[in-house]
C-alpha cells in the first residue's frame, strides 16, 4: 500500500490542541487485568486528559519472536490538551512508576502504552512516531480501535482502518473478552478459562 505524503503543513498540527487520541495499553506481566486498570486510572486522573471510551479487553498472542505469556490488550480514546509529545511523556512516567522492566526488547512487560492515533496527525520524529508504526499491522491495536470508532482512517494511507486486517497475518490470534468498567477491572482478577481459549 502506498504510503500518502507527509507535509510539513500536517506536522505544525500538532500544535493544534486539544486533540482526540487513540491510546493503546497492552500487558502479559502479573495481573494484567489490574495492570491495564491502574493505567488507565493514572492516565485519567491527569488533568489534561479527559476520557471518551475504553475498548472491551481483548487475550492477543504475542507478535514478537520471544517466547512469552498471551497480552491482554484494549484502546482508549481521549481528549488530550496538550502537544503529542507531552501525551508520549505522560505515558512513559506512567510505564516507569508502574515498574515497566525493559530487560529483554520485544519481551514481556507489565505495562505497555503507545500512541496509536493522535487526530489526524502524520508525525516522524526519532522519539515519536504517530500513527504508531505498527498499528496497522497489529491486530491487538486496529480492532480495540475500531470497537471504540468503527469509521477511522488512517491518516498516512488515507484508507479506512478496517482495511488493513484482511492484511494481516491469520497467526496474530485475538479474542474479545467481555466489557468491564475501570472500576470493576480494578478489582477482578483474571480468569484463567479465559487463556485456553485458542487450545
Ligand atoms: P516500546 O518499547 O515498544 O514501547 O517502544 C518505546 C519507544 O518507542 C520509546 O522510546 C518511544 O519514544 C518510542 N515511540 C515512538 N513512537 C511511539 C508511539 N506512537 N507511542 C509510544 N512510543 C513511541
Known amino acids: 500500500m502506498k504510503e500518502k505524503r507527509r507535509t510539513a503543513q500536517t506536522i505544525i498540527a500538532a500544535d493544534c490542541a486539544p486533540s482526540k487520541a487513540y491510546v493503546g495499553i497492552g500487558s502479559n506481566m502479573g495481573n494484567s487485568r489490574s495492570h491495564t486498570a491502574e493505567a488507565i486510572q493514572r492516565i485519567i486522573k491527569d488533568k489534561r486528559v479527559k476520557l471518551l471510551a475504553v475498548s472491551s479487553l481483548y487475550l492477543t498472542s ?5 517466547t512469552q505469556n498471551d497480552f491482554i490488550n484494549c484502546a482508549i480514546s481521549i481528549v ?5 509529545h507531552e501525551l508520549l511523556a505522560l505515558l512513559q512516567g506512567i510505564e516507569n512508576r508502574m515498574g515497566r522492566i525493559r530487560t529483554v526488547r520485544h519481551g514481556p512487560r507489565t505495562i505497555d502504552l503507545d500512541i496509536l492515533l493522535f487526530g489526524d496527525l502524520i508525525l516522524s520524529d526519532p522519539a ?5 508504526q505498527e498499528l496497522h499491522r497489529r491486530k491487538f491495536a486496529v480492532i480495540p480501535c475500531l470497537e471504540i470508532d468503527p469509521g477511522l482512517i488512517h ?5 479506512p482502518l478496517r482495511s488493513f486486517l484482511a492484511m494481516i497475518s491469520e497467526k496474530q490470534k485475538i479474542t474479545k473478552l467481555e466489557r468491564v468498567g475501570i472500576d470493576a477491572l480494578a478489582s477482578e482478577s483474571h480468569p484463567a478459562s479465559q487463556w485456553d481459549l485458542w487450545e
Do not use: A, E, F, I
Not at 504475542?62 to 520471544?66: G, L
Not at 515519536?128 to 504508531?132: A, D, I, N, Q
Not at 491518516?155 to 484508507?159: A, E, H, I, L, R
Open 128 to 132: 515519536l512516531k504517530v500513527p504508531h
Open 155 to 159: 491518516p498516512v494511507y488515507g484508507k
Open 80 to 84: 488530550w490538551d496538550g502537544l503529542p
Open 62 to 66: 504475542p507478535v514478537s519472536r520471544v
